[in-house]
């Protein structure tokens, strides 16, 4: 099994078989430790299948098929979506489902919305509560050519 798969075709023109190429990738590519995918789909692509078990999951630039259904199907502590475009409702019940016990090894989730996609509050449904848990963050930064790496403890922080 490989440790890590690193796909950034990122052509500058419209593949046809961008498509074929993406969903290939994604049934095909066994690894433990990263998948990072970062290459132009068609606003039309879909991805019904299962991914992972994995460590960290990148889907960056194009992440704007990846559904609710896809997020309950990934097996991945880390999961990173660029450019989604999950509605609220959507991202509710993701959370419920997560809540409830489902995507176990789920420990951090970060996604980034293609703009205007909330225009009110998505978490009215859900409880969020003070936490005396205390855990690191890590974060690198690219800025002025210069990675910047940062570790940083966040006690007594908000958590649904």
């Given at each position: 099994?490989?440790?890590?798969f690193?796909?950034?075709?990122?052509s500058?023109?419209?593949?046809?078989n961008?498509?074929e190429?993406?969903?290939?990738?994604?049934r095909?590519?066994?690894?433990?430790?990263?998948?990072?995918?970062?290459?132009?789909v068609?606003?039309?692509?879909?991805f019904?299948?299962?991914?992972?078990?994995?460590?960290?999951l990148w889907?960056r630039?194009?992440g704007?098929?990846?559904?609710?259904?896809?997020?309950?199907?990934?097996?991945?502590?880390?999961?990173?979506i660029e450019r989604?475009?999950?509605?609220?409702?959507d991202?509710?019940?993701?959370?419920?489902?997560?809540?409830?016990?489902?995507s176990t090894?789920?420990?951090?989730?970060?996604l980034?919305?293609?703009k205007?996609t909330f225009?009110?509050?998505?978490d009215?449904?859900?409880?969020v509560?003070?936490?005396?848990?205390?855990?690191e963050?890590?974060?690198a930064?690219?800025?002025?050519?210069?990675?910047?790496?940062?570790?940083?403890?966040v006690s007594?922080?908000?958590t649904v």
């Open positions: 099994m490989l440790e890590c690193d796909w950034q075709k990122k500058t023109y419209k593949n046809s961008a498509d190429t993406v969903d290939y990738v994604l095909n590519t066994r690894v433990s430790r990263y998948c990072i995918i970062d290459d132009y068609s606003d039309d692509f879909k019904n299948g299962e991914l992972g078990p994995m460590k960290q889907i630039s194009y704007h098929w990846v559904t609710c259904d896809n997020l309950m199907n990934f097996d991945c502590c880390y999961i990173l989604s475009r999950l509605s609220i409702s991202l509710s019940s993701f959370l419920r489902h997560w809540r409830a016990g489902g090894c789920l420990e951090w989730l970060q980034n919305f293609e205007h225009q009110k509050w998505f009215e449904d859900l409880k509560l003070l936490t005396d848990e205390e855990r963050c890590f974060a930064l690219l800025m002025d050519g210069n990675l910047y790496f940062m570790v940083a403890t007594n922080a908000w």
